[in-house]
């Protein structure tokens, strides 16, 4: 009998020791895994916020909230080109000056650009009829909602003044084999403001506003695109503009949010300010991680 309630002494350390080897491993695993993941979900920030505000419209940045959320729109730029001023023609080129130069002082159709405003898009030489560019709209001198001046590029729908060409434009590029200039030609013609300051010359193609909303009702980081530019700003993930939208879950268990960007937030100027918390997904460790990235604007020109 005291045998075998040594034995079984015994047998009860072993499995005690056991255990402990092979439970310890996996929770040290399990641990590892949930600060990998915290720590993907904060450069998955990073990462998609400051490639898109990097690649914004000047002046285009918004903040806004409702009910727990914060909400960063902006208008993504696809392609960038430089125009050539009314005034400004030099050279010799096969392409008439009244086509490569962008008047402001009426609706103008044509306008030639330095650079190719969509890169990956084949055009054919002057005088042929043309390539489509796939949908969006020009931006030309945008100064934001509230800047006094009351040029907005969220305005498709037109109005005075105009940064904006209105939905519905239809965009044809030729290029010019001697210059190679490209020539941008509207229909139906589209009177640009004159841009402040007038040495302005950078013309954008965008073609869908990006949006994100930071709700820390639900502890969620959200991303949307794909869908039209309009002058009202989302105010949550519902919002009727969403409708198609294409949405992207960046990042849960969001325990703060705060972007900040100029004065009063109103009018977001030189520096964007992104300001998050994320915690981890399970376990009774108390692990958090701050985001804090403060991203330049290019709102000079």
């Known amino acids: 009998m005291i045998e075998m309630v040594i034995a079984l002494t015994i047998s009860a350390v072993l499995v005690g020791f056991a255990t402990y080897f092979i439970t310890a491993p996996m929770d040290a695993y399990v641990d590892h895994a949930a600060r990998a993941q915290l720590t993907a979900s904060s450069e998955n920030i990073t990462r998609t916020m ?26 993504r730029v696809e392609g960038m080109a430089y125009f050539r001023p009314q005034g400004a023609l030099s050279g010799p080129s096969s392409i008439p000056t009244s086509a490569r130069e962008l008047s402001f002082g009426a609706a103008d159709g044509q ?28 931006v030309i001198g945008n100064l934001g909602y509230n800047s006094g001046i009351g040029t907005d590029a969220y305005r498709v729908a037109g109005g005075s003044p105009n940064v904006i060409t209105p939905s519905g434009t239809k965009i044809w590029l030729n290029r010019d084999p001697l210059t190679h200039e490209e020539t941008i030609t509207l229909d139906p013609l589209f009177r640009f403001t004159s841009p402040v300051p007038a040495n302005v010359t950078r013309v954008f193609w965008v073609r869908t506003p990006v949006t994100y909303i930071c ?31 294409r949405m992207s879950l960046l990042a849960e268990n969001v325990v703060s949010c705060r972007f900040e960007c100029g004065p009063n937030n109103d009018r977001c100027q030189s520096l964007f300010v992104v300001d998050m918390t994320v915690a981890r997904a399970a376990g009774p460790e108390n692990d958090v991680l701050r985001v804090l990235e403060q991203v330049p604007l290019d709102n000079a020109k």
């Open 215 to 245: 709700n820390t009702n639900t502890n969620t980081l959200r991303r949307f695109s794909e869908y039209p530019i309009t002058d009202t700003t989302p105010t949550d993930e519902g919002s009727p503009q969403f409708s198609g939208a």
């Open 111 to 138: 306008f030639s650009t330095f650079g190719s405003i969509s890169p990956g898009t084949a055009t054919s030489p002057y005088g042929g009829p043309g390539v489509e560019l796939p949908g969006g709209h020009l």
């Open 50 to 75: 400051t490639d898109d505000l990097k690649n914004a419209v000047p002046n285009s940045v918004r903040i806004s909230s409702s009910g727990g959320r914060t909400i960063l729109e902006l208008l």
